[in-house]
């Protein structure tokens, strides 16, 4: 990348998503008003337009290998206030209404739970 394409990347107005080698970038779904990080998944060219074009959070599945639009199955979908863009334009950051548990564990979160030592302890929701 040249210098002037970094520059306009990291510090210009031009949305320039930065995929990485499997075309991918991480989204990072936040609760817009609990500011609790809700799942961390991946996101492809297509699953970032339908996002845009929807407002209901999509993500590319890497273990299926395909488009995922997260509720499509569960009725749990995420709905898409803003989409914060890191310095580098490699993750995205979803400012999230969710309608209903983020995991599919069924957890508020994903990140339910703690580590303690080489123990995993559950936290409250």
Wanted: charged share 25%.
């Amino acid at each position: 990348m040249t210098d002037a394409s970094t520059a306009e990347r990291e510090l210009g107005t031009t949305f320039m998503p930065r995929f990485d080698a499997q075309g991918l970038l991480i989204a990072i779904a936040v609760d817009s008003v609990t500011k609790d990080i809700l799942m961390v998944a991946f996101m492809d060219a297509e699953a970032l337009q339908k996002t845009r074009e929807t407002g209901l959070a999509h993500f590319h599945s890497r273990s299926r290998g395909k488009l995922w639009l997260k509720g499509e199955t569960s009725g749990h979908f995420l709905r898409v206030e803003q989409i914060l863009v890191d310095c580098d334009q490699d993750a995205l950051q979803l400012m999230v209404r969710p309608e209903g548990p983020a995991c599919h564990t069924g957890a508020r979160s994903c990140f339910y739970r703690s580590l303690d030592g080489d123990s995993l302890v559950k936290i409250a929701p």
